[in-house]
């Protein structure tokens, strides 16, 4: 076994070329991934696949608009290897009322835990996130999420699926100390690629063309073998968006809070 480190010029610890790992650039199949095929089935997950099971049949009954986005939806548009204990679902805001409604109906506790953006289904300790907006407020869930979703099944309900964009649109926003979602959005351009809506993704991210850009760049450096995966035009777009901005316009804005 190598040393990680070596000291450099002036005592500092830096990184042995030598021991720096780098795996080989494959791309997945297009298509939808089978669920069981992708994720680990933890420990007491069929008691979370029951809860998920009733969370979704009881919105489903009542005919409340949802989409399955968070680790479900990561494994089949991009093939994460992920516990599925977790749900994410997304609506619009102001389906919330109905959600909660058929939730309470049926015996589920909810409760809101930031109004603009998420509330919650639980049962002891299994959680369900619902969430219509972004942390940020900028990513609501609305129509369109639902004209682009795809059909699948989970736990043995025909539900839809968040489309890949939006997915990318609701992560690209969350670089937190705590939580950084960079890895995912790399993972969704790199097996969807070929199927993205570039027009809508440059649509999503028209008022923060840089917040994709800068995605796309670390996409670039991560995947220095994918040059082909991101169309040139769009890069060149970007850029040139950059460019036409007006510097004194932000003289006094910082956007490190978005």
């Known amino acids: 076994m190598c040393k990680a480190f070596v000291s450099g010029n002036e005592g500092d610890l830096v990184p042995r070329p030598s021991c720096i790992r780098i795996r080989r650039y494959t ?33 489903a ?10 680790s479900v939806a990561m494994a089949r548009h991009a093939g994460v290897k992920r516990g ?29 835990a930031f109004s603009h953006w998420l509330a919650k289904a639980h049962e002891g300790d299994r959680t369900v996130d619902i969430v219509y907006n972004g942390g940020n407020g900028l990513t609501p869930v609305d129509a369109r999420w639902f004209d682009r979703a795809f059909f699948d099944e989970v736990v043995g309900l025909k539900v839809r699926l968040c489309p890949p964009e939006e997915l990318i649109w609701s992560k690209a926003f ?18 969807r690629h070929d199927g993205l ?10 008022r923060y063309p840089r917040v994709l850009l800068a995605h796309l760049v ?5 995947y220095p073998g994918g040059s082909d995966t991101v169309p040139p035009w ?15 316009d932000f003289s006094l804005l910082c956007r490190g809070t978005v």
């Open 197 to 206: 809506d570039w027009d809508r993704l440059l649509e999503l991210f028209e």
């Open 27 to 59: 791309s997945p199949a297009h298509s939808l991934l089978p669920l069981d095929a992708v994720s680990a089935r933890p420990a007491g997950d069929l008691s979370s696949r029951s809860f998920h099971h009733e969370v979704l049949a009881s919105l």
């Open 218 to 222: 670390l996409f670039g450096f991560v």
């Open 234 to 248: 769009i890069l060149a777009h970007l850029w040139s968006r950059i460019g036409e901005e007006r510097r004194d």
């Open 84 to 112: 599925i204990e977790d749900l994410h679902l997304f609506l619009r805001r102001d389906d919330w009322p109905g959600a909660e409604a058929a939730l309470n109906h049926a015996g589920i506790h909810t409760h809101v």
């Open 61 to 70: 009954h009542a005919d409340v608009p949802f989409l399955v986005g968070g």
């Open 174 to 191: 969350v670089m937190e100390r705590e939580q950084f979602h960079g890895a995912d959005v790399l993972h969704l351009i790199r097996a």
